[in-house]
């Protein structure tokens, strides 16, 4: 009976991880399939290739649209980073303070932006924001984007806060240091890692959002994402490609930072005595 | 520095206080303090998020279109039997009300909206705005009924009434193809070529759950796999996993469009290498939306049950081998029951993601692959009709919170932070 | 340190004073939207030294409704399709305009200078295929229909607009019958009834450049198309042709939001774009025929028969009646969303 299970395991293992390695390959395939093309010459988004050229790059970067977009994109999603990091960061410590009547139904609400479909948010804030003349503006994409964001913030820094010692900041106030300068100089700095990468998924949410963004923005306000919405329906042609294998980069580099900070914070918790 | 430390309030409170009123007071304060510190978040969400959400609702049963056009008609229906013709002074309400209607730009909303009722009230309506009697004429009731018996029918002035409410339960009705009949007033259903939600509806739970079926499928071996990799070398392999979780849905979307059009790159292959004759239809259709809606959601599955699985000791594999049962079956009754709450989470995540999709579906379907988003957005930009956009995004956002509220169960005590 | 600033802040008013002013002008995209930042946007901003902010929407109503109803305007021109210029009108949704400030109307076409709108263009739906690809060619919609001869799919545009005359055209209605049979619950029913024929071989676009980009993939044989934008493929070199017979053909016009802050400057656009020198380089850069009769003697000759208003185009080409689509439009969508999406 013994030989008869190894046998199946055998067979049973390299066709296991056959079957997993190809799944693996079929997450990243779509995404590595863009990059070539943004370096093809021909006009259309199609294999096979004919031939290296960087045309479609000139073409991202001398276009005023995609520059504006882009533009906008980095001023909407980091200032909607800071304010979704902000008032998740304090709402996170108010929680993780202890019980309180209600708190399962406030913890619901922090997080049902993040579970609400986002059709029904961005038509719910397109008729809302018209009443508030927060439509087309970059306040209303904002204040939507983090909105968005906060529930990630809210459950990294939660998350992060179970690692936490109370006791650092009770021994802070003992010392008679004050509430803020504890937070500052003793919380913040062990939760950092937690934040930074709420912060990543804040920012990651803005700066891939496009549902709401075509609801709330008119050209002006124009987004990374919106600009691609439009372009692979209205005119799928290699810049899209272009745009697309920069903003492959830019994740990889998001992913690449919350690798890091995960393997500080896991040091740190080492480190720290719980 | 006004703000006093825990500590603080300890020496400065009333000595005579007994030790648990004390503590009492401190927690007080000190609940009070967590509070202020939740406090401006919640009242952010307030604002961006939960009152518009609210308004959408509120929006389902908004009726204003008729109550603002035609504000003495309704006002000269009130003493009508509703069964008999109405007297003259309705009729010469309703032309005065059109008039001013059409001076102020409220007739194509006005239409719009009895048009809803019955389809016939359109062409009824247009026509008497072509010709709509003079002040002075002898009767206005006749010559408009001589433009249309309808005009002589108790049944318009009582959908006339019916829309002229404040509040309406058409768009409701229409969400699941139900209406009030314009000729008995009953409730019935939309007759079959206009009936389309309910099968919307199932259509998106339809999907959403072999969407989840398939990420469940496919994801639990690959988080196994992985778990049971070492460390050093799963951590590579979960960048495979990370980086599509990271990357933009639309490049990924883009990417799809790429591999499977047509003249794609897996029809291309699939030829040359003899597979295949003619390319396969691949994308525009439920194939392309399954595909890419799994490929998205994959992570969502593969991560939270890495984690689970890599905090499962092979301890127990290994005694239940030890003591002569099959790997399988070990495996089977040792391993996979201590995964169920990741498996159920996941699931229930991924299901609940699924079935608000739009973009995915729009960009990758066809019109028969729309799920319930779409018509939404259908309703909300391209046919103006808010009423509808809102009744059939209430209907999403209520079976959302309802499978939303099953997944805080579920997880709930999988997750100690919420209790501790 | 001071003065650096004060030089600073002076700059900075400086600027402030001869930055350009802005206007929304939001258009169909894609060729069409190049085109007009060709011909219209960026030699208009040059001459005016205005910023123009050009967006694209593919015809919805629902964002102008919203700015309108809620006086936050932030659009300024739109291009819209006739039955939304008419009904935009009768709502409320667009200003009126004023002729004495947009030149010469009786240069332009008749339906062309109406109370809301400026006619950009005369475009036409037309039936195109890849002649590589098809042994025989179509000579019309009958033959879209006729899945034997010309095995594979079709696109067409998602809408109930076209898609009902198309399929009418196809049945037999002739061009001159087809409004009068579509306003009749049987002419509705006899179209979708063709339709229901063909509706596993169709593939449905939405955005003009989509049936274009499958026609080169291969996915379809046959689709209906923007007459400019299959010449514009032709121009690129894929071999493509044109079958002007049962051709659908409707104008666009420039409509100015209602409420638009920039109205002024909105009327100098218009006026600029209504100028036949500047549509004759509209029309030579996509094939859609000028709404200023003086343009069509000043564009290419080898454009000319090229455009939707060629005599020998018009000939099986019928127009788009609006005031129908005004009527019948919202009821007829909504029964065509219902059908398609079952």
């Given amino acids: ?274 | 520095m006004s703000e006093v430390s825990l500590t603080a309030i300890d020496h400065s409170t009333d000595k005579n206080a007994s030790l648990k009123q004390r503590l009492l007071r401190a927690e007080g304060s000190y609940r009070r303090r967590s509070m202020l510190l939740i406090a401006p978040l919640l009242i952010f969400l307030l604002i961006s998020f939960v009152l518009p959400i609210g308004n959408i609702l509120w929006k389902s049963f908004d009726n204003p279109e008729v109550v603002r056009a035609l504000p003495t008609t309704l006002l000269a229906l009130q003493g009508w039997d509703g069964e008999s013709r109405p007297d003259e002074k309705v009729f010469v309400a309703l032309v005065k009300d059109l008039k001013t209607a059409k001076d102020e730009g409220q007739i194509p909303s006005l239409i719009k909206r009895l048009g809803y009722e019955d389809g016939r009230y359109r062409t009824l309506l247009t026509m008497a705005l072509r010709k709509l009697p003079d002040d002075g004429v002898e009767s206005t009731s006749r010559s408009l009924i001589a433009q249309s018996t309808l005009w002589a029918e108790p049944s318009t002035w009582r959908s006339i009434q019916r829309a002229g409410r404040t509040l309406t339960a058409y768009y409701v009705l229409a969400a699941f193809d139900h209406q009030v009949d314009a000729q008995s007033g009953n409730i019935v259903e939309l007759p079959k070529g206009q009936a389309l939600y309910l099968s919307v509806l199932m259509r998106t739970l339809w999907m959403a759950l072999v969407v989840t079926l398939l990420c469940v499928l496919f994801g639990y071996p690959v988080a196994y796999w992985l778990a049971k990799q070492p460390s050093s070398r799963a951590n590579l392999w979960l960048i495979m996993v990370l980086l599509p979780f990271w990357t933009s849905l639309l490049v990924r979307t883009a990417g799809w469009i790429v591999l499977l059009q047509n003249g794609g790159l897996i029809n291309h292959s699939m030829i040359a290498l003899g597979l295949i004759d003619q390319p396969l239809q691949l994308v525009f259709n439920r194939v392309g939306v399954y595909i890419s809606m799994t490929h998205i959601l994959l992570p969502f599955v593969i991560l939270p049950l890495y984690a689970v699985m890599k905090g499962i000791s092979p301890n127990y594999v290994r005694a239940a081998v030890s003591l002569g049962a099959h790997p399988f079956r070990a495996f089977w009754s040792a391993y996979v029951p201590q995964t169920f709450a990741g498996v159920t989470a996941g699931a229930l995540l991924v299901f609940i993601m699924a079935i608000g999709y739009y973009i995915t579906p729009a960009l990758l379907g066809g019109p028969g692959d729309q799920m319930l988003s779409y018509f939404v957005a259908f309703y909300t930009n391209t046919t103006i009709n808010w009423g509808m956009a809102a009744a059939l995004g209430s209907q999403l956002l209520i079976i959302v919170l309802l499978l939303y509220w099953v997944y805080s169960r579920v997880t709930r005590p999988a997750n100690p932070a919420q209790r501790a | 340190m001071f003065k650096k600033i004060a030089v600073l802040a002076l700059m900075a008013g400086a600027a402030s004073q001869v930055q350009a002013q802005q206007l929304t002008v939001v258009s169909f995209g894609g060729l069409n939207k190049q085109a007009q930042e060709k011909a219209f946007y960026q030699p208009f901003s040059k001459a005016n030294n205005v910023d123009i902010e050009a967006g694209e929407f593919n015809g919805e109503m629902a964002k102008i409704k919203a700015m309108v109803e809620t006086g936050q305007v932030g659009w300024d021109v739109v291009e819209v399709e006739s039955p939304e210029l008419v009904r935009g009108c009768s709502e409320g949704l667009f200003e009126p305009l004023d002729w004495s400030k947009l030149g010469d109307k009786k240069q332009m076409i008749d339906s062309a200078a109406s109370e809301c709108g400026a006619g950009i263009f005369i475009w036409s739906t037309v039936l195109a295929y890849d002649s590589t690809k098809l042994a025989k060619a179509p000579a019309g919609w009958a033959d879209f229909w006729d899945v034997k001869t010309y095995p594979g799919k079709r696109a067409l545009r998602k809408s109930a607009k076209f898609t009902l005359e198309i399929a009418l055209l196809a049945d037999g209605v002739s061009q001159g019958q087809l409004y009068t049979v579509l306003a009749t619950p049987e002419g509705v029913d006899r179209a979708f009834k063709k339709l229901d024929q063909l509706k596993a071989n169709i593939q449905w676009w939405e955005a003009g450049a989509q049936p274009m980009q499958w026609l080169v993939s291969g996915d379809v044989v046959m689709t209906s198309a923007y007459n400019g934008r299959v010449t514009a493929a032709q121009k690129e070199g894929h071999p493509f042709s044109i079958v002007w017979n049962g051709s659908l053909y409707d104008m666009d016009s420039w409509a100015i939001v209602k409420g638009s802050k920039n109205k002024a400057l909105a009327e100098k656009y218009i006026a600029f774009a209504n100028r036949p020198e500047n549509q004759k380089v509209f029309a030579e850069t996509i094939p859609y025929g000028p709404t200023n009769t003086l343009a069509i003697a000043q564009i290419d000759p080898k454009v000319r028969g090229d455009l939707p208003t060629a005599p020998a185009n018009l000939k099986g080409a019928r127009s788009v009646d609006t005031d129908f689509w005004i009527e019948h439009g919202e009821e007829l969508e909504q029964r065509f969303n219902a059908w398609a999406a079952q």
Avoid: C
């Avoid at chain 1, 303070?97 to 479909?117: T, Y």
């Avoid at chain 1, 939507?144 to 990630?152: C, E, I, R, S, Y």
């Avoid at chain 1, 042609?237 to 896991?266: C, F, G």
């Fill in chain 1, 1 to 274: 009976m013994n030989h008869h299970s190894t046998l199946i395991e055998r067979l049973w293992a390299p066709i296991f991880s056959v079957f997993s390695i190809s799944m693996l390959i079929f997450l990243v395939v779509p995404i590595l399939v863009i990059v070539p093309l943004s370096f093809n010459e021909g006009s259309f988004l199609s294999y096979p290739l004919s031939g290296f050229s960087l045309r479609w790059y000139q073409e991202f970067l001398g276009s005023q649209e995609w520059m504006r977009a882009l533009r906008n994109s980095l001023i909407i999603a980091p200032a909607a980073t800071l304010l979704a990091t902000a008032l998740g960061t304090l709402a996170a410590v108010g929680l993780a303070r202890g019980e309180f009547r209600g708190k399962g139904l406030v913890m619901a609400v922090l997080i049902s932006p993040m579970i609400a479909p986002l059709v029904i948010i961005a038509v719910s804030l397109y008729f809302f924001f018209a009443q508030l003349n927060l439509l087309n503006s970059y306040l209303g994409l904002v204040l939507a984007h983090a909105a968005l964001g906060v529930p990630f913030v809210v459950i990294t820094v939660a998350a992060t806060l179970q690692g936490y010692d109370r006791n650092f900041s009770r021994a802070a106030a003992s010392l008679g240091a004050p509430p803020w300068f504890a937070f500052r100089k003793v919380m913040l700095p062990l939760i950092a890692p937690g934040v930074i990468s709420g912060a990543l998924f804040a920012f990651a949410t803005s700066f891939d959002e496009v549902v709401v963004t075509l609801f709330l923005a008119s050209p002006a306000q124009r987004t990374l994402p919106m600009q691609m919405f439009g372009g692979i329906r209205e005119n799928l042609n290699p810049t899209i490609a272009a745009a697309a294998t920069l903003m492959i980069a830019a994740s990889a580099v998001l992913l690449l930072l919350m690798e890091w900070l995960r393997r500080r914070n896991e040091k740190l918790r080492g480190a720290s005595p719980t």
